[in-house]
């Protein structure tokens, strides 16, 4: 358990709607990054906050948006949904300091299917 | 061009064998970081192993080890004596620049798929 939590773990809407994916990070981690897995490929980085503030940005559609609350969690919202947006996606923390390795800790994704 | 790149779509091994999985890097930065993240079938991300650049010596975890050569700029996994439970997803990854103050983002390359043969 990497101490990252994702809600919901799956999903499944239809084109054009719009959904909101939920990401708890690890306590203490001040920084939240959102990837993207479609079938198959890699992670592509979509969107990283910093104590609530937004700090480094991907390829993220602009239909695609998130924020990180006082609290730390964070969600992803997409909206007007198409078939191509189907994918794994997952949450990561780090807590941003100088210590250890810097690995990302991640969440076990939530896979979000559109029909 | 490509910051990580992958050459090994797929890797068959026979079981109790050694196996490199081959990672490229691509970076002007002088400080970073290397990662290693096994994704089994099930789909969560599990931390392997970590190279900074700065390191004299070789990672090491267990059966995991990095090899390291930074001229070729290379960081490929070894799997010593490989399992069946190695059969999985194998994603490298780089940090580019000093970890701290929220600059730890990931480039990943687009895995292997590792099949550990009975």
Same mark, same amino acid.
């Given at each position: 358990?990497?101490?990252?939590?994702?809600?919901?773990?799956?999903?499944?809407?239809?084109?054009?709607?719009?959904?909101?994916?939920?990401?708890?990070?690890?306590?203490? !981690? @001040?920084?939240?990054?959102?990837?993207?897995? $479609? &079938?198959?490929? %890699?992670?592509?980085? /979509?969107?990283?906050?910093?104590?609530?503030?937004?700090?480094?940005?991907?390829?993220?559609?602009?239909?695609?948006?998130?924020?990180?609350?006082? !609290? @730390?969690?964070?969600?992803?919202?997409?909206? $007007? &949904?198409?078939? %191509?947006?189907?994918? /794994?996606?997952?949450?990561?923390?780090?807590?941003?300091?100088?210590?250890?390795?810097?690995?990302?800790?991640?969440?076990?994704?939530?896979?979000?299917?559109?029909? | 061009?490509?910051?990580?790149?992958?050459?090994?779509?797929?890797?068959?091994?026979?079981?109790?064998?050694?196996?490199?999985?081959?990672?490229?890097?691509?970076?002007?930065?002088?400080?970073?970081?290397?990662?290693?993240?096994?994704?089994?079938?099930?789909?969560?991300?599990?931390?392997?192993?970590?190279?900074?650049?700065?390191?004299?010596?070789?990672?090491?975890?267990?059966?995991?080890?990095?090899?390291?050569?930074?001229?070729?700029?290379?960081?490929?996994?070894?799997?010593?004596?490989?399992?069946?439970?190695?059969?999985?997803?194998?994603?490298?990854?780089?940090?580019?620049?000093?970890?701290?103050?929220?600059?730890?983002?990931?480039?990943?390359?687009?895995?292997?798929?590792?099949?550990?043969?009975?």
């Amino acid at each position: 358990d990497s101490g990252v939590t994702q809600t919901p773990k799956h999903l499944i809407t239809a084109t054009g709607q719009r959904v909101t994916l939920r990401c708890s990070p690890r306590s203490g !981690d @001040l920084s939240v990054y959102w990837y993207q897995q $479609s &079938l198959d490929q %890699g992670l592509q980085f /979509l969107i990283q906050y910093y104590n609530g503030e937004e700090r480094a940005k991907g390829n993220i559609l602009e239909r695609f948006s998130a924020q990180q609350f006082p !609290d @730390l969690h964070s969600e992803l919202n997409l909206s $007007s &949904l198409e078939l %191509g947006d189907s994918a /794994l996606y997952f949450c990561a923390s780090n807590p941003s300091d100088v210590s250890g390795t810097g690995e990302l800790f991640f969440g076990e994704g939530s896979r979000l299917t559109v029909l | 061009a490509q910051k990580i790149t992958q050459t090994q779509p797929g890797m068959f091994v026979q079981e109790k064998e050694a196996v490199t999985l081959d990672c490229t890097y691509d970076t002007s930065d002088p400080s970073y970081g290397l990662f290693w993240y096994k994704q089994p079938s099930s789909g969560e991300m599990i931390f392997l192993i970590y190279q900074g650049s700065y390191d004299q010596q070789n990672a090491t975890e267990g059966r995991y080890s990095l090899n390291f050569q930074k001229a070729r700029k290379s960081a490929n996994l070894v799997i010593s004596a490989s399992q069946l439970g190695d059969s999985a997803m194998y994603f490298c990854a780089m940090r580019e620049g000093f970890r701290g103050g929220g600059n730890e983002k990931l480039t990943f390359g687009t895995g292997t798929r590792l099949t550990i043969i009975p």
